[in-house]
């Protein structure tokens, strides 16, 4: 199988990996809300509207697990949690997923051209 960049695409590449950030729908969404700062998890969930409060809940686990989230705890009454991109989320917003914006803006109504004209025989069951 040919390579991407040099690397040989295989199930435990690199490729695969970053490629994987973006398979769950809600992961791009909760780093682009966080892309500005700080935010608590009510205020999360106010930013994107929408996501339901177990979706949220997996997706941060996720950003924490991939290392692209932080989760900070103060001690103050009521307890105050809030969340925020690392530096290798940062990144990844920075780069990757503003060039995804930017080629979504240039071709996203061709996009969902092709999808709506999909053949019958084509769409999945």
């Not at 199988?1 to 729908?25: K, N, P, W, Y």
């Not at 925020?84 to 990757?96: A, K």
Request: aromatic share 4%; with cysteine; hydrophobic share 45%.
């Amino acid at each position: 199988m040919s390579g991407f960049a040099g690397q040989e695409l295989a199930a435990d590449c690199r490729v695969r990996a970053g490629i994987d950030l973006f398979a769950h729908t809600w992961d791009p969404v909760v780093l682009a809300a966080l892309r500005d700062g700080a935010l608590r998890r009510r205020q999360l969930r106010v930013s994107i509207g929408g996501v339901s409060d177990k979706a949220l809940t997996e997706a941060l686990r996720r950003l924490l697990g991939n290392g692209l989230v932080e989760r900070r705890s103060y001690a103050q009454v009521p307890p105050r949690v809030e969340y925020e991109l690392t530096g290798l989320g940062q990144s990844l917003v920075d780069g990757p997923m503003k060039a995804l914006g930017a080629w979504v803006l240039e071709h996203g109504d061709e996009l969902l051209a092709a999808q709506r004209d999909i053949p019958q025989e084509l769409r999945a069951q």
